[in-house]
């Protein structure tokens, strides 16, 4: 299981939900780039309302697929291979 997402260290607390997670990376991403929520939805080739429904806590579960693309996004998310469905 990889705990940090970045260099800057953001890490889980323990029973902290991935929405939650990801709200408080993507504050710190957001404020470091001087980019808006929208901004990083069609940088990162996502509906700018399903990034708004993720990050708000709207949505849940966000797909493999949205992750890898936010990582992409230069979030430098760290994920590893899995063979799992």
Known sequence: ???TLDPVCVQPVAGESLTALLQRYASRAMRA???TQAQIARDSWLDVSYVSRL?????QN???DALIL?????W???LRKSTSC
């Open 62 to 64: 966000p797909s493999r």
């Open 76 to 78: 430098s998310l760290r």
């Open 33 to 35: 780039k001087s980019k």
């Open 55 to 59: 990050l708000s806590g709207e949505r």
């Open 70 to 74: 936010l990582g992409n996004w230069d």
């Open 1 to 3: 299981m990889v705990t």
